[in-house]
């Protein structure tokens, strides 16, 4: 199993920015996608971006042109770039990779978009 840490998580305003960041305990190279989940009070777990192995990126129509997702092979980590938060955007948000079928998570990080 990968171990997935998260951070970046926290309350912001609305229109602001946080950067989400998950480091895996191996490297990036041995998965086939990197991807971001959210899941708020109430609702499913939905994918907000993933990305592949050959850098093709995807995003959920609720974050495009907002969110970007990115990785750094040296550091083992992906990212998310989240920008014009909005009160919509509060949720737990959720690492997750996938690799010889199987899929792990990690343990979440809370974002909350509040005045």
């Known amino acids: 199993q990968v171990q997935l840490v998260e951070s970046g998580g926290g309350l912001v305003q609305p229109g602001g920015s946080l950067r989400l960041s998950c480091a895996a305990s191996r490297s990036i190279f041995s998965f086939a996608t990197m991807g971001w989940y959210r899941q708020a009070p109430g609702k499913q777990r939905e994918l907000v971006a993933h990305?592949?192995?050959?850098?093709?990126?995807y995003y959920a129509d609720s974050a495009k042109g907002r969110f970007a997702i990115s990785t750094d092979s040296a550091k083992n980590t992906v990212y998310l770039q989240m920008n014009s938060l909005k009160p919509d955007d509060t949720a737990v948000y959720y690492c997750?990779?996938?690799?010889?079928?199987?899929?792990?998570w990690g343990q979440g990080t809370q974002v909350t978009v509040s005045s």
């Open positions: 997750n990779v996938q690799y010889s079928n199987r899929s792990d």
């Open positions: 990305i592949t192995s050959s850098t093709a990126a």
